[in-house]
């Protein structure tokens, strides 16, 4: 069995080159044998990139996330331009809406978004949305500009009615360690209503640890985890959902199977 964390805060989990790749190594050994690196800011996304370059399992987002519009940086759309070029850059991500936090005004959020939307169509590629308490306005701007490569809600946290709402964009959904939380009900829901063609599972660590860890600081090792309680929910056999999580991934990066 082998799984595809799709988002990963590498550079979060630990700063040191030499360790971050011992978190590639230890993820490989628990069967989580490709993952997306997601940077958290622009500003960390070469050194990061640089870091993981011998990984030929690792695959990289890159965007400007919601907590970083007062501080996209100089010429930050050039950037992400000539990122892409880069072997392995997969998506644009993660971009997308976040009212929980103060992150600027909403405005300056929305039109952060939608460049990046219309930057992922001229560079066909997928994007990785966030969405935090800003579902209604990131489903009606998705309406509009969705690139032709498609998207996904990681970390979903909406609930079964939106994602019903959000199936008519085919788009995908990604469960992270929540999932595992038994007063997620609103997940547990989802989860009954999706297709199974449109799941995908993530770490998001270091953030978002399975319950069966709770108190750890989150790896991608931890993902098999999350992976069997999705499996249990589904009454599936563990090795069939895996082979279902590993196709949907790859299709979705636009990645060979093996
Ligand atoms: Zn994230």
Request: net charge negative.
């Amino acid at each position: 069995m082998q799984y595809f964390d799709t988002h990963a805060h590498i550079g979060l989990i630990c700063d040191d080159p030499i360790e971050q790749l011992i978190v590639i190594q230890e993820a490989r050994q628990a069967g989580v044998s490709r993952l997306v690196s997601i940077c958290n800011s622009l500003h960390d996304f070469s050194r990061i990139y640089e870091n993981l370059k011998s990984a030929g399992n690792v695959y990289h987002a890159v965007g400007v996330s919601p907590s970083e519009v007062q501080n996209p940086g100089k010429n930050w759309a050039q950037l992400i331009e000539q990122s892409v070029q880069l072997p392995r850059v997969v998506a644009i991500g993660e971009i997308g809406l976040d009212y929980y936090r103060k992150f600027g005004d909403k405005n300056s959020q929305i039109e952060l978004f939608i460049t990046q939307l219309d930057l992922a169509t001229k560079l066909n590629l997928p994007v990785i949305i966030h969405n935090r308490e800003a579902g209604h306005n990131v489903l009606d701007i998705l309406r509009d500009r969705l690139p032709p490569k498609g998207g996904v809600f990681h970390c979903y946290s909406e609930n079964a009615e939106y994602a019903r709402k959000a199936l008519d964009l085919n788009l995908y959904f990604s469960f992270a360690g929540n999932l595992t939380y038994r007063n997620a009900r609103n997940l547990h829901e989802t989860v009954e209503v999706l297709p199974l063609d449109r799941i995908l599972i993530e770490s998001e660590s270091p953030f978002m640890v399975p319950a069966d860890y709770r108190g750890k600081r989150n790896m991608p090792k931890y993902l098999p985890n999350t992976a069997s309680v999705l499996g249990a929910m589904l009454e599936m056999d563990q090795e069939a959902l895996a082979a279902i999580l590993w196709e949907n991934s790859n299709k979705f990066f636009g990645l060979p199977l093996e």
